[in-house]
């Protein structure tokens, strides 16, 4: 069981470039979503989907676009790099139903804008 | 909505001494709470959950926490501190609405002196 699987785990953007972070899970959790996690300010929300076909914004959104096409993956894609977005970044995965369901965290993804 | 405070930024102990790691929580209901360990350059794993059943919650790697309603406070303890104990602890709330849009604050950072 991989459990929350992200890709890559290092990248060097330049920029003005654009990439996509890749994550997917086979838990069949309903809620998935992305975090980033810059020094001294915690993981911070950045998009967060419920289902396939269905995705919302989070608590820091702008740069970041999001899709939801199966249960399985949710990739975060950067339109156009900017050094603010430098930042380590985190997949996480839950069932819905209850609020003491437990949220699953993918390795991470160490993203450096040049 | 639930919320929590982790009452300390920076908590530094001894090599076999008790670890304590304090969190405070604010809910007009019963909640769902969660500790979770970042190990350096890793993701978040779960440590104990508490979730309305037992007060006293065992969790992984000696770790337990107990639920105390009269000071609504969820502290994180062990016995006896080990170098491997060295990481960032964060306690979180569970989701509430019935899904988990959860936000995670900055963690308590333990260091641990051989």
């Known amino acids: 069981n991989a459990g929350v699987t992200q890709t890559p785990k290092f990248q060097v953007l330049k920029t003005g470039q654009s990439m996509t972070l890749q994550c997917a899970q086979d838990m069949n959790h309903e809620y998935m979503s992305w975090y980033r996690q810059d020094p001294g300010m915690g993981l911070r929300l950045i998009h967060y989907?419920?289902?396939?076909?269905?995705?919302d914004q989070g608590e820091v959104p702008n740069g970041y676009n999001v899709s939801r096409s199966t249960t399985e993956d949710f990739p975060l894609r950067l339109l156009s790099a900017a050094p603010s977005q430098t930042s380590v970044y985190f997949c996480?995965?839950?069932?819905?139903?209850?609020?003491?369901?437990?949220?699953?965290f993918g390795e991470g993804s160490w993203l450096t804008v040049v | 909505a639930q919320s929590v405070t982790q009452l300390d930024s920076h908590v530094s102990v001894s090599e076999g001494t008790p670890v304590l790691l304090r969190c405070n929580y604010s809910?007009?209901?019963?909640?769902?709470l969660f500790w979770y360990v970042q190990h350096p350059n890793k993701g978040l794993q779960l440590l104990l959950k508490?979730?309305?059943?037992?007060?006293l919650v065992k969790g992984i790697n000696g770790f337990e926490a107990e639920f105390k309603k009269s000071e609504t406070s969820f502290h994180l303890t062990k016995p006896s501190a080990h170098m491997s104990d060295a990481a960032e602890y964060f306690c979180v709330p569970g989701g509430s609405g019935g899904y988990q849009k959860v936000t995670f604050g900055t963690g308590t950072k333990l260091q641990v002196i051989p």
């Open positions: 508490y979730t309305s059943a037992a007060t």
């Open positions: 996480a995965s839950s069932l819905l139903g209850t609020s003491g369901n437990t949220i699953y």
């Open positions: 809910s007009s209901y019963s909640p769902s």
């Open positions: 989907s419920v289902g396939a076909g269905i995705t």
